[in-house]
Each structure stands twice: as C-alpha cells, then as structure tokens.
C-alpha cells in the first residue's frame, strides 16, 4: 500500500489533484499513478426501434449508432491518453520521480477497488468534468467512492496549495482513537501544527479524552493543539477553521456519535460541498 493514485477526468479540477497527488507523493516518499476511466454511456436500443421511429428498417440505424460509438470511444481514449501524459508531465515536475499513468474502460468504482490495495491515499476532485469549479455540490462518483472506499481519500476543492496547518475532527470513539493512532504512526503532516478539535458537552470524560489523543499524537512528535467546542458541529468547525486559518480539514466517520450522525450521509456531502478547503477522510 505505497502507491499515490489520483483519479482525473477532463473536468478543470484535475490539474489541482494532479497537484495535490503531487504534495503527498512528496511527503510520503511514495511513487504517484494518475487513472483515467472512460465509462461507457449506455443507450437503449429496444427490439421496436425501427416501429416506434416510423421506419422501415432499424438495421440500418444500430449500425449508424454503433460506428459513431465507436468513434466516439476512439476519440475519448486519444483524448485521455494525451491529458494523461499532460498529468504525467504536471506531477513530475513538481518533484515526483516515479509517476505512473493508467487508462482503462469501465466504472470508476470498479477500478478504485482494483487499485485499492495497492493504494496508501486516493486523491479525488470534488466535481467531475460535467460541473463548475465554483459550483457548491459534490459530484456523483466522488460520494459513491467516499462510501465505497476504505482508504484514506484527498478531496480537492478548486486551486491547491500546499498546507501550513490542519486540523482534526475528534469524537472520542474508540474507532477514532483507532484512527488517530495508524495516523500518528503516519509521516503525512508530521512536521505541520495540529488542531485537535472536539464538539460536544465540556464534561470531565470528555476533556480527559480529548487529552489522551492529544497525547498520543504528540507522542508522534507532532505539535497538537487540542480544543474541546460546544454547539453545532458544522457550525462549530467551521468558526474555528476561519478564526485559526486552518489549510486542511481531517475527518471521517467513525462510530455512532454526533460526528457519525454528521459525517455520515448528506451531512458529509454538505461538508464537502460546501468546504473551501481540501479534506482528508478516514474511512
């Protein structure tokens, strides 16, 4: 599990998780593969074609339709080889040695669980090819992987920098301290100042977990921040995000609490939408 796959299509994201495959291939040492799938369009062609369309023969038509089917699929696999090559070049220079590039027919479920255990971190856009950058949804394919995939995914949301701070969405499940502690063991934003955040009631069970994952990232050596909120959980992240200048968010969905109910279903897609900043997700 040492490789970087980052999934592009011919949407605007694509250069920015060109980029974002990039950072992290850096950081992790790890060689970065770029897959493009093409995912055939289906049309119906039912038995009463040439009947329903008033004509009199329907062989004709099927053949017309599949020859530019074909040509369309010729079309769409040149059109991907170069914007592959294009990515290749991209992620290359910006430092990554070992990039690898992969097109293949089919559903892009299908080949992120194929390439699944071989993969450390997916990095996905937001929006596919058939949305605005500016638009404040979450594309189809990106919400089927999220419950799909339990590797680790990067999500970008439009122009990607590389991030200064970050911080970590906290419940006190023993599945997030869990998690927290495979991301301790992790060099992935080891040297970068962490916030350690956690919405719910301010009790004494609470602040002694939130300290214990405090502990247990520091003793990683990272430098944590540990801050225990009460109110709203998205409105609660959100003000501490925009108050500390936080560059990525780190959440996941992990037991039945307060952030499951959050980060589980539409409210992980509102998030997600509706974030300026790149997420993490732990599955």
Not at 19 to 45: C, F, Q, S, T
Not at 79 to 99: P, S, T, Y
């Amino acid at each position: 599990m040492n490789m970087i796959t980052a999934c592009i299509d011919g949407s605007e994201i694509s250069a920015y998780v060109c980029d974002a495959a990039a950072w992290v291939g850096n950081a992790l040492d790890a060689p970065v593969k770029l897959l493009h799938v093409l995912e055939r369009a289906v049309v119906p062609i039912n038995d009463n074609l040439s009947g329903a369309i008033g004509l009199g023969s329907r062989e004709h038509l099927l053949v017309e339709m599949t020859a530019l089917d074909e040509q369309r699929s010729k079309l769409a696999l040149e059109h991907g080889k170069h914007m592959l090559e294009d990515a290749k070049q991209r992620v290359q220079n910006l430092g990554v040695a070992d990039v690898q590039i992969k097109q293949r027919h089919g559903y892009l479920l299908d080949a992120l669980a194929e390439s699944e255990k071989d993969t450390r971190v997916f990095v996905m856009g937001r929006l596919g090819e058939d949305h605005d950058l500016g638009s404040k949804t979450i594309g189809a394919h990106l919400e089927n992987s999220v419950r799909a995939i339990h590797t680790p995914i990067l999500v970008t949301v439009g122009e990607f920098k590389q991030p200064v701070s970050y911080m970590i969405a906290y419940d006190g499940s023993a599945t997030v301290d869990e998690a927290i502690k495979k991301f301790s063991e992790s060099p992935l934003l080891k040297d970068l100042p962490a916030h350690l955040v956690m919405v719910a009631s301010n009790t004494k069970e609470h602040s002694k977990q939130l300290d214990s994952a405090k502990e247990l990232l520091s003793s990683s050596g990272r430098k944590v921040t540990a801050t225990l909120l009460e109110g709203s959980v998205q409105e609660a992240l959100n003000l501490y995000r925009e108050k500390n200048q936080i560059d990525l968010m780190v959440m996941g969905a992990y037991g039945h609490s307060r952030l499951r109910e959050f980060f589980v279903g539409s409210h992980t897609s509102k998030m997600i939408a509706k974030s300026p900043i790149p997420l993490l997700l732990l599955r």
